[in-house]
Structure formats: structure tokens, C-alpha cells
């Protein structure tokens, strides 16, 4: 399905998997910040391009938050799905992937020239102390945006207990905890 | 086997990376730390993997990937944190009709999931000492990215410059 033409049509390209990758590949080379900043990014290429509307991008990016893994992953993989199959998907894959995976290794391969000097450490030290600040603001926001009832305090407290005491069943404890959540949000309704 | 232990652990990761980037740090802090790292050098890798281009989740993997086993170590760890996931949603595309999932029961009991990660993780990375410095940088981190739209990588690179300019003071 197509836009309706518009003066920038001459820019836009057909969604070929080699497009879908190009684009992609170009946002996450180019976007720092984490999936809540990648995604927006992706919508709003992908409807330029005539690809998606704006909407059903949305309704692909709130389907794409049942699955685990990095949320500009699953959104670029189900939305490229939609626009051009199996090849689609494949190409969100590589376009999400590579430039990321080969940004790290630039840097993987910096550090291990300069991460002994007392200059580098310093900055790996300052940039490191702000990231429980960071995890702080994302609690902050989650829990202002959520639409809280006695239910989810219990579920969110009682796990988040579970798993600070017995971080070796982290694992366990969270897909079970899920699974308990789910079935007990279907047979008893509050 | 560095490299298979580095995979499995970041295939287990894969399986729960529930609700963005930030819930699943703890996870992966329990599953390197103190095996591969220490608690200082996990928080300058998170540093890192945020500040660079592309998810936090894959780029932690990359990298720890990179620092047990090379570039071979670094292709596996990235492979593994997404295979799970990449079957998960392949299955669902195939198998949709046959799932009986009801969405909005589904929606809510992953994100109470993913608070309760997020809150583990802030639990696990909170500073672990007395002295000033790291809770000065973390409170002022959070003031900063709680209440402006500032971009956290902007908040890092500030931290680690000012960080630097200290040193070069004393």
C-alpha cells in the first residue's frame, strides 16, 4: 500500500530488502540513545519513504513489546516483515545488527590500545558513575506512565524483591513470574 | 571455552530482555559480574554500550564478547543475544492464528516484568560506597535525565569529560 504522491517522491525508494537495510543501517549508525530513541527514528524513514503508514507502524511497535529483545530490533524485524516478507526481515536483521556490531569492535579495539591510560580511565569512570542515575530516571518515567493498580504494586514489588534476593534464579524467576502474572490476570479479574 | 560460555550466557539474556534496553542490565551484571569483571569496569561497559550506536542489550554482548574471546567471541555474543528472540517472533509470524494470547493481559504482565528488572537492576548498580563522587554523579545524572529531554548519551560523554578535568586538576 502507497502513499499518495507527494513533492518528495523523487527521493523515495521502492522497499526492496537492499532499501530496508540501507535505511536501517543508516539509523543505527547514526542514532544514540537506545531503542526508545531508535524507534521513533525507524517510523518516521520508513513512512517517509512511503513504506508504512504512521499508524500501523505504531500498532507493529506495540506488537513488538510481547517479545523479548531489543525493542529496535523486533519493531525494524516485524515492520520490515510487513513491507517485503521473509527477505524483509532478513535485511531488518542485518541492518540492525552490523553497524552497531562493527561500531564495537572500533571501540572494543580502542580500549584495549588506550584503556590503560589514567586519562581513558578517568572518563570510563565518570561516564560509568551516571548509569545508576539513568536506570533511576528510566524507573521514574515507567512508573509515571503506567496506570497503577494494587495488582501491578504487588506484581512489580513482589518480583523485583524475588529477584534481588535469589539473582541466581533471575531467570526462572522471571519467566515463572510472568507466566503467574498472566494467568492470574485471566481467572481473576480485578 | 570462553566463547560458548560468553554465548550461553547471552542467549539466557535474550530469552528475558523484556521491556527495553535498561531492564536487562542487571541481568547481565549478575551473569559477567564478578565472573568476567568487576563492579566499576560493568558500569563504564554500560557507559560505553549506551553511548555508542545501536541497542544497549547487543552492544553489552559485543563487547563482553570482544574482551573474553575477540572478534570470533564478539560475532557469537551478538548472535546469541538475538537468537532467541529472532525465534520467538519468527514463530509467532508463522504460528499467530494458533496463539490464544489475550494482548492486553499479555501487555500488562510484561511491563509489571520489566519494572521489577528495572528495579533489580537499579538495586544491583547502585554505588556501593560511601564516598561522594559516584552518588553525586548518579544523582545529578538522574535529576538531569528525569526531568529534561536531554539525551543520556550527552549526560555520559559530560560525566566522563568532567570526570577527566578532575583528574587533570588534582
Keep these: ?190 | 571455552m570462553e566463547i560458548l560460555s560468553v554465548s550461553l550466557a547471552f542467549f539466557k539474556i535474550g530469552i528475558v530482555a523484556f521491556g527495553g534496553g535498561w531492564s536487562v542490565v542487571g541481568l547481565i551484571k549478575h551473569e559477567i559480574v564478578p565472573r568476567w569483571m568487576n563492579a566499576e569496569a560493568f558500569n563504564s561497559l554500560i557507559a560505553i554500550a549506551q553511548s555508542t550506536p545501536g541497542p544497549i542489550a547487543l552492544n553489552a554482548a559485543t563487547l563482553v564478547g570482544w574482551q573474553k574471546a575477540g572478534f570470533l567471541g564478539a560475532l557469537a555474543a551478538t548472535f546469541s543475544v538475538i537468537l532467541f528472540p529472532l525465534l520467538a517472533m519468527s514463530s509467532a509470524l508463522a504460528f499467530a492464528k494458533y496463539i490464544p494470547l489475550k494482548r492486553s493481559l499479555a501487555d500488562e504482565s510484561l511491563r509489571s516484568g520489566s519494572m521489577a528488572m528495572i528495579l533489580m537492576t537499579l538495586w544491583t548498580l547502585l554505588p556501593r560506597t560511601a564516598l561522594p563522587m559516584p552518588w553525586i554523579f548518579a544523582l545529578a545524572a538522574f535529576g538531569i535525565t528525569a526531568f529534561t529531554k536531554l539525551n543520556a548519551v550527552y549526560v555520559i560523554l559530560g560525566a566522563g569529560a568532567l570526570n577527566m578535568l578532575i583528574g587533570a586538576l588534582h
Design chain 1, 1 to 190: 500500500m502507497r502513499m499518495p504522491a507527494r513533492a518528495e517522491d523523487i527521493t523515495k525508494t521502492e522497499p526492496t530488502p537492499w532499501h530496508i537495510f540501507l535505511v536501517l543501517a543508516q539509523i543505527n549508525t547514526l542514532t544514540l540513545g537506545g531503542g526508545y530513541v531508535i524507534v521513533p527514528a525507524i517510523g518516521n524513514a520508513f513512512e517517509k519513504q512511503g513504506w508504512i503508514e504512521e499508524e500501523e507502524f505504531y500498532r507493529i511497535f506495540s506488537r513488538a513489546q510481547v517479545f523479548p529483545g531489543p525493542i529496535a530490533l523486533s519493531t525494524a524485524f516485524l515492520a520490515s516483515y510487513r513491507i517485503a516478507g521473509v527477505p524483509g526481515a532478513i535485511a531488518a536483521v542485518l541492518g540492525t545488527v552490523l553497524p552497531p556490531f562493527f561500531a564495537l569492535i572500533l571501540v572494543g579495539g580502542f580500549i584495549s590500545l588506550y584503556g590503560n591510560t589514567e586519562l581513558f580511565k578517568r572518563f570510563l569512570g565518570g561516564a560509568g558513575a551516571v548509569v545508576p542515575g539513568l536506570v533511576a530516571s528510566m524507573l521514574w518515567k515507567t512508573t509515571k506512565n503506567r496506570k497503577w493498580s494494587v495488582r501491578a504494586v504487588i506484581e512489580v514489588v513482589g518480583l523485583a524483591i524475588l529477584l534481588v534476593v535469589f539473582p541466581s534464579a533471575a531467570f526462572f524467576l522471571l519467566l515463572g513470574g510472568i507466566a503467574v502474572f498472566y494467568i492470574g490476570r485471566l481467572v481473576w479479574k480485578s
